[in-house]
């Protein structure tokens, strides 16, 4: 793959579809956009990218096509698509309904659109394959969780691979050196720690469900929440179902799972958004506590994704109070962070406090190139 070579890179989210044409080894960005996505059809997104990518007259640069896939399973690297692959892929759709099944979408729509071209899937779950077996292990039965593959996997593991490798390069230090906590925070949010660059523990688990409060997803609960809710009439498995994933977190607590409009009625006196907010910020820092202590201490805590970069309040919020703890924020600082990349720890804190950006179009395709090998 030569440098006049382009990659078409698609993110799907659970609320947006993110694409990006570019060269990744020159970092080199050709076309870039977001489409969000409520309701309808994910094809009617996907057919918008191609016409983005025909009128800027890129389709015949394209040489590859990479694709972000949420849950990979026991997957550990990228890997080329075939129909073994889609097939393979869209069995783990239980795992993530909310990602795996849009991915899986657009494979098959690129592929009928670009039959010539390569196309890769890069997981979310490939970085955490290696979590340390306390970390990764349920303590449930050994034999249904061995049976039924169950184990922690973690997701945004592209994201938190890259903004702690950007992070490490902002503070002129080797990541091999580094202990971090990285704050992955959008309509889907997770926590990892990191020490030399490799995971140590993450919020997210078997499916997307567990850790950080998020748009529609609650994050962690007791299960006996679950158990209980199952033995009343008429609350079968389906309804469940669209309780954890679509009606729950900020969405469940206020009725907004955009934070933009959850800050909105905070600042026109919603008592309901001013709750949720706090129980968002609340389990944010418990995960950074938690993981300061799976870290023996941190040297670096990093914010990234929609809420973590362009929400200097959350910043500020979730880590008071945890000067103790060596972590302090600087007011003016962060303010004027904006999206980053930018320090916003104050000169007293021993830990430093970055907002990264993430890009992980960027990141998949360099993994495409690496791949393929050109």
């Not at 889609?86 to 657009?106: F, I, K, Q, T, W």
């Not at 972590?327 to 962060?334: A, K, L, P, Q, S």
Request: hydrophobic share 45%.
């Amino acid at each position: 793959m030569s440098r006049a070579d382009a990659v078409l890179v698609l993110n799907a989210g659970s609320s947006s579809l993110k694409y990006q044409v570019l060269r990744p080894s020159a970092g080199e960005r050709m076309l870039r956009g977001t489409i969000e996505h409520r309701h309808g059809p994910w094809s009617s997104a996907f057919d918008r990218v191609i016409a983005a990518v025909d009128q800027a007259g890129l389709a015949d640069q394209l040489t590859a096509i990479g694709h972000r896939v949420v849950h990979g399973g026991d997957l550990r690297e990228p890997v080329l698509i075939d129909d073994r692959a889609v097939e393979r892929l869209e069995a783990l759709s239980d795992l993530a309904p909310l990602h795996n099944p849009p991915a899986v979408e657009g494979i098959r729509h690129t592929r009928r659109r670009y039959p010539h071209l390569a196309q890769v899937a890069v997981f979310d779950t490939a970085f955490f394959a290696d979590l340390p077996d306390a970390a990764a292990t349920y303590a449930l039965d050994r034999q249904v969780t061995e049976a039924q593959g169950i184990r922690r996997y973690g997701m945004h593991g592209i994201s938190h691979e890259y903004v702690a490798r950007r992070a490490a390069v902002l503070l002129g230090r080797d990541l091999t050196e580094l202990s971090l906590i990285t704050l992955h925070l959008g309509n889907g949010s997770s926590a990892a720690a990191l020490r030399g660059g490799r995971p140590q523990d993450t919020s997210m688990g078997l499916t997307p469900l567990e850790g950080l409060v998020m748009g529609t997803r609650g994050g962690d609960l007791d299960p006996g929440i679950l158990l209980h809710l199952l033995r009343l009439p008429g609350f079968g498995v389906d309804r469940l179902e669209d309780l954890l994933h679509h009606r729950s977190g900020l969405q469940g607590l206020a009725g907004l799972s955009d934070f933009r409009d959850l800050v909105a009625a905070m600042a026109a006196g919603d008592r309901q958004a001013a709750r949720a907010y706090d129980v968002y910020c609340h389990r944010v820092r418990k995960y950074v506590g938690s993981y300061l202590a799976v870290l023996d201490g941190a040297d670096v805590v990093v914010f990234t994704g929609g809420v973590g970069e362009n929400v200097p309040r959350v910043r500020a919020d979730a880590l008071a109070r945890l000067d103790r703890l060596g972590i302090e924020v600087d007011g003016e600082r962060n303010a004027a962070a904006g999206g980053g990349p930018a320090l916003i720890s104050a000169l007293t804190s021993r830990v430093a406090v970055v907002v990264m950006p993430t890009d992980e179009e960027l990141a998949i395709g360099l993994k495409v190139v690496d791949l393929l090998g050109h």
